[in-house]
């Protein structure tokens, strides 16, 4: 009775996973393009198996290695490759065509029952500190030809166990799936390259979107990012968390209350404009760093080299947010203007850009005066171009919508009917 109820529960774990597999395989079948499909689903792939990393390799034109794109450093990447054979794991499931399940990549006892010259290239491990232990992988295979196409694999289960039978019957069918597309001779891509592909995955924007953006940012020779936002209305926030998951460091958005400390005058505002990192928090023993490419900054010492035996807290932002921190912390918004005027709870500066939001925040102190001094109205003055338009403040609260990037004239009038 035990026994039946264990294989009842076994079927349906298995229905129940072949079906939810069966939304990526439909979402593979809809696209025609390889790198996209890496793109959007190798993150679904990996939940799916409850993996840790997954690795789609290609075969090269020669035939005779299996080739993928591996990151080398923190910013660099190459393309890796395995000859065809059964030396290493990837190559004996490419030459022999089928699915192997290991549990313990560092067993040379159960890799030898595959065959006896199969090793696990530990070098890769030593390298990055990271330890490899089970593997699920699988030969891509054109069905009409038997030619063996690409390999998928699959590393380390979350939980620690070894890759179910399960889960095999799961890589055999993401396998055929993906045969389909690769009969298409496109080139798959699995690593994400760019900060902004996460975009992508986040359903934020689409992959023709984003090639459009990258496209315009270059005819036009402006920054990618300023693209995002005022062309294809893509959020900050949504960027910010798209550059935490690239680099790995949180994002720290623009606060225009933010403490300024002592530190930040150490260097010339040129300095911190042109290389983009800012200390936000400092102590005797620690530093907080806000920048736009916390790579580059550990890849080359950078702070480390201004500040040694000091621990340094790296936050990521965009450039739009570091920019507007600068902006403040060297008091940029000066004349007598407080970066902490009292705006209301429902006022954003957004993206303004250091000239909007220094013109905001005179108007807001004129406009704040002149309500202090009693005057009868404030006229503001919009200058489009090539159109003009004008709005009136009241000093009941009235004011038609000011929108837009504008040029704003402004006048008060006294009771006495004088200007200020």
């Given at each position: 009775m035990?026994?039946?109820?264990t294989?009842?529960?076994?079927?349906?774990?298995r229905?129940?996973?072949l079906k939810?597999?069966q939304?990526?395989?439909?979402?593979?079948h809809?696209t025609?393009?390889v790198?996209q499909?890496?793109l959007?689903?190798?993150d679904?792939?990996?939940?799916q198996f409850?993996?840790?990393?997954?690795?789609l390799y290609?075969?090269?034109?020669?035939k005779?290695?299996?080739?993928t794109?591996?990151k080398t450093g923190?910013?660099s990447?190459?393309?890796f490759?395995l000859?065809i054979?059964?030396s290493?794991?990837a190559?004996?499931?490419?030459l022999?065509?089928?699915?192997?399940?290991i549990?313990n990549v560092?067993d040379t006892?159960?890799?030898?029952?595959?065959?006896p010259?199969l090793?696990?290239?530990?070098k890769?491990?030593s390298?990055?500190?990271?330890?490899t232990k089970?593997?699920?992988t699988g030969?891509?295979?054109?069905?009409?030809?038997g030619e063996?196409?690409g390999v998928l694999q699959l590393?380390?289960?979350r939980e620690?166990?070894?890759?179910?039978?399960?889960m095999e019957d799961?890589m055999?069918l993401?396998?055929?799936?993906?045969a389909?597309a690769?009969?298409?001779?496109?080139k798959p891509?699995?690593?994400?390259?760019s900060?902004y592909?996460?975009l992508v995955i986040?359903?934020?924007?689409?992959?023709?979107e984003?090639?459009?953006?990258?496209?315009?940012?270059?005819?036009?020779?402006?920054?990618l990012?300023?693209?995002?936002?005022d062309e294809f209305?893509?959020?900050?926030?949504?960027?910010?968390?798209?550059l935490?998951k690239?680099?790995?460091f949180?994002?720290?958005?623009?606060r225009a209350?933010r403490p300024?400390?002592?530190?930040?005058?150490t260097?010339?505002r040129a300095?911190?404009?042109?290389h983009?990192?800012?200390i936000?928090?400092?102590?005797?023993?620690r530093?907080?760093?806000?920048?736009t490419?916390?790579?580059e900054?550990?890849?080359?010492n950078?702070?480390?080299n201004?500040?040694p035996n000091t621990?340094?807290?790296y936050?990521?932002?965009?450039?739009r947010?570091?920019h507007?921190?600068a902006?403040d912390f060297?008091h940029e918004?000066?004349?007598?203007l407080s970066n902490d005027?009292?705006?209301?709870e429902?006022f954003?500066?957004?993206?303004?850009t250091v000239?909007?939001?220094?013109?905001l925040k005179?108007?807001?102190?004129t406009?704040?005066?002149?309500f202090?001094?009693?005057?009868?109205?404030?006229?503001l003055?919009q200058?489009?171009?090539?159109?003009?338009?004008?709005?009136?403040?009241?000093r009941?609260g009235t004011?038609?919508?000011i929108?837009?990037?504008?040029?704003?004239d402004?006048?008060?009038n006294?009771?006495d009917q004088?200007?200020?």
């Amino acid at each position: 009775m035990q026994r039946a109820h264990t294989e009842e529960y076994e079927l349906f774990h298995r229905l129940t996973f072949l079906k939810s597999l069966q939304d990526i395989t439909n979402k593979i079948h809809a696209t025609d393009n390889v790198q996209q499909i890496m793109l959007d689903l190798s993150d679904a792939i990996r939940d799916q198996f409850k993996a840790e990393h997954l690795t789609l390799y290609a075969v090269t034109e020669s035939k005779l290695e299996i080739q993928t794109t591996v990151k080398t450093g923190l910013k660099s990447f190459k393309d890796f490759s395995l000859p065809i054979a059964g030396s290493s794991i990837a190559g004996y499931v490419a030459l022999t065509k089928k699915l192997v399940n290991i549990r313990n990549v560092y067993d040379t006892q159960e890799l030898a029952q595959y065959t006896p010259k199969l090793e696990f290239r530990s070098k890769v491990d030593s390298r990055t500190g990271y330890r490899t232990k089970q593997m699920l992988t699988g030969p891509i295979v054109n069905a009409n030809t038997g030619e063996i196409l690409g390999v998928l694999q699959l590393i380390n289960t979350r939980e620690g166990d070894h890759f179910s039978a399960i889960m095999e019957d799961g890589m055999r069918l993401i396998c055929e799936t993906l045969a389909v597309a690769f009969e298409k001779r496109l080139k798959p891509a699995p690593v994400v390259r760019s900060k902004y592909d996460h975009l992508v995955i986040g359903g934020v924007l689409s992959a023709p979107e984003l090639a459009l953006a990258t496209s315009s940012s270059r005819r036009k020779g402006i920054d990618l990012e300023s693209v995002l936002v005022d062309e294809f209305q893509v959020s900050l926030k949504s960027i910010g968390d798209a550059l935490t998951k690239f680099y790995g460091f949180e994002y720290e958005a623009y606060r225009a209350d933010r403490p300024i400390p002592l530190r930040t005058k150490t260097f010339p505002r040129a300095f911190v404009d042109r290389h983009e990192w800012l200390i936000i928090e400092s102590s005797d023993e620690r530093l907080h760093v806000l920048c736009t490419d916390p790579e580059e900054l550990i890849e080359h010492n950078i702070v480390a080299n201004f500040f040694p035996n000091t621990a340094v807290r790296y936050s990521v932002t965009t450039r739009r947010d570091f920019h507007q921190t600068a902006a403040d912390f060297y008091h940029e918004y000066d004349n007598g203007l407080s970066n902490d005027a009292d705006y209301g709870e429902n006022f954003s500066l957004g993206v303004a850009t250091v000239a909007e939001r220094q013109l905001l925040k005179r108007v807001h102190k004129t406009v704040s005066e002149a309500f202090h001094e009693k005057a009868i109205d404030i006229h503001l003055k919009q200058y489009y171009v090539p159109e003009k338009t004008a709005s009136i403040m009241r000093r009941n609260g009235t004011v038609k919508k000011i929108s837009g990037q504008v040029i704003i004239d402004f006048h008060v009038n006294h009771p006495d009917q004088t200007e200020i």
